[in-house]
C-alpha cells in the first residue's frame, strides 16, 4: 500500500514536470521523451538523458526513482561501474525502488 501512495504522488510530480516542460496536463506521458532519475521518490534531485546509450553512466547522485520515456530497456546497478545484479526497467516505464541506483546503462 505504500509504495502504490508513494507512485500516486510521483504520477503528480511527473504531470508537474509535464507542466514545466511546457506541455498541456492531458498529454504528459508523451509530453516528454528520454529517461530521468530522481533522488527520492520522485523528488528531490533530478537528471535526464535524452538518449541513454549502452555504455555505463554514473548517476551524479544514489537514485530512488526513473521514469523512462524510451523505447529502450533500462538497467540500473547499486554500484558506479554498472557491475553486479541490475534491476530492469522495460520501456515506457515509471517506477520507485528501494535500492540505491548509482549507475545505469540501456541494455543491448
Not at 12 to 24: D, H, I, R
Not at 31 to 56: E, H, I, R
Not at 71 to 99: M, Q, R, W
Amino acid at each position: 500500500m505504500r509504495n502504490r501512495v508513494k507512485l500516486a504522488l510521483g504520477l503528480a510530480g511527473v504531470a508537474s514536470l509535464a507542466l514545466a516542460l511546457g506541455s498541456a496536463p492531458a498529454s504528459a506521458s508523451s509530453a516528454y521523451t528520454g529517461l530521468t532519475f530522481w533522488s527520492g521518490y520522485f523528488a528531490g534531485q533530478s537528471v535526464s538523458y535524452a538518449n541513454p546509450s549502452t555504455s555505463c553512466t554514473t548517476l551524479p547522485f544514489v537514485a530512488h526513482s526513473e521514469w523512462n520515456q524510451t523505447d529502450k530497456t533500462i538497467l540500473v546497478y547499486e554500484t558506479t561501474d554498472c557491475t553486479g545484479p541490475a534491476l530492469t526497467f522495460p520501456a515506457n516505464d515509471i517506477h520507485n525502488f528501494s535500492s540505491d541506483g548509482r549507475s545505469f546503462r540501456a541494455a543491448s
